[in-house]
C-alpha cells in the first residue's frame, strides 16, 4: 500500500514536471536538518514523496544532487556579492566592507546552501558548470581586491591581486563558518560578525599601508581677504588682476 501511495506521488511529480525542483528542495531541507553528510539518495527521494528509483531519471547519484544544489548555491552567491560590490561605489572600501557584510548574510540566511558548497566535500573541478559557477563567485572578491590594490601608495609593497583576494576571502570564510551561522555551536562573540571582519580587514590593509580612511582631506587655511586698497583702482578688476584676456588696456 505504501509503495502505490509513494507511486501515485511520483506520477503527480512527473505529469507537473517538477520532480527535479522537488528533489533539489528535498535535499535542501535535509542538508539544513543533517548536513551535506547526513543524508543519503534514498532519503531525498522519500521527503520528495517519490519512489528510491525516482531520483535516477535526474541525477546520476547523490553527488550530482549536491553538485546541482551547490551550483544554485553559487549563483544565488555571485548574484548578491554583485549586488553588494556595485561597480565599487561610492568609494572602494565601502563598497568592499559591503562585499564582506553579504557574504556573512549569505552563510547566515542560506547555511544549507553554504553547507553543499563548501562543506560537501565535493571536487569541485570535476564538475564544469559548478567549478564556472565557483569562480564567477570567487571573482567578484578578485576584482574588488584588485581595486583596493590600485589604492596602494606608489613604492608601497604589496602582495599580487589574486594573493589579496585569497587573504579576504579566507578571513571572511573564517568569520562566517565559525561566527556567523545559525548552529548551537556558535562561538560568542563581544562584537558582531560583520564588525569583526570589518576590523580584520582593515588592520589587514593599513598593515599593508593602504590608506581606509575615507573621511574627505582637511580643508586648508581660508585664503586672506583680499584688503580694500588693493581691490580699488581705476576701473580694474578686483585685487588689481590685469583686465581682459591680454592684460590691463593701455
Known amino acids: 500500500m505504501s509503495w502505490r501511495k509513494e507511486q501515485r506521488r511520483a506520477e503527480r511529480g512527473y505529469h507537473h514536471g517538477n520532480l527535479k525542483e522537488a528533489l533539489l528542495q528535498a535535499a535542501l531541507g535535509l542538508i539544513a536538518e543533517k548536513g551535506a553528510a547526513g543524508f543519503t539518495f534514498a532519503d531525498a527521494a522519500r521527503m520528495a514523496g ?8 535526474h541525477f546520476r547519484d547523490r553527488d550530482e544532487l549536491l553538485s546541482s544544489i551547490a551550483q544554485r548555491g553559487f549563483e544565488q552567491f555571485e548574484a548578491r556579492l554583485t549586488a553588494a560590490w556595485d561597480d565599487g561605489r561610492p568609494d572602494t572600501v565601502t563598497a568592499f566592507e559591503r562585499v564582506g557584510k553579504a557574504y556573512l548574510a549569505f552563510a547566515r540566511e542560506e547555511p544549507a546552501f553554504y553547507n553543499a558548497m563548501f562543506e560537501s566535500g565535493l571536487p569541485v573541478d570535476a564538475n ?9 563567485a570567487f571573482n567578484i ?8 590594490a590600485a589604492l596602494a601608495p606608489p613604492g608601497t609593497p604589496r602582495p599580487p591581486a589574486m594573493m589579496m583576494a585569497l587573504h579576504i576571502w579566507s578571513m571572511a570564510h573564517g568569520v562566517a563558518s565559525l561566527f556567523s551561522r545559525g548552529d548551537a555551536a556558535r562561538r560568542k562573540l563581544p562584537m ?8 580584520e580587514v582593515l588592520i589587514y590593509l593599513r598593515g599593508l ?17 583680499v584688503p580694500p586698497e588693493a581691490s580699488s583702482g581705476s576701473g580694474g578688476p578686483p585685487g588689481g588682476a590685469p583686465g581682459g584676456p591680454w592684460g590691463k588696456p593701455k
Open 141 to 148: 572578491i578578485r576584482a574588488a581586491a584588485e581595486r583596493l
Open 128 to 136: 564544469p558548470a559548478l567549478q564556472a559557477a565557483s569562480e564567477r
Open 192 to 199: 558582531s560578525p560583520d564588525e569583526l571582519l570589518e576590523a
Open 209 to 225: 599601508g593602504f590608506p581606509t580612511d575615507r573621511r574627505p582631506p582637511p580643508r586648508g587655511p581660508e585664503p586672506p581677504p
Open 50 to 57: 517519490v519512489s528510491a528509483a525516482a531520483p535516477y531519471r
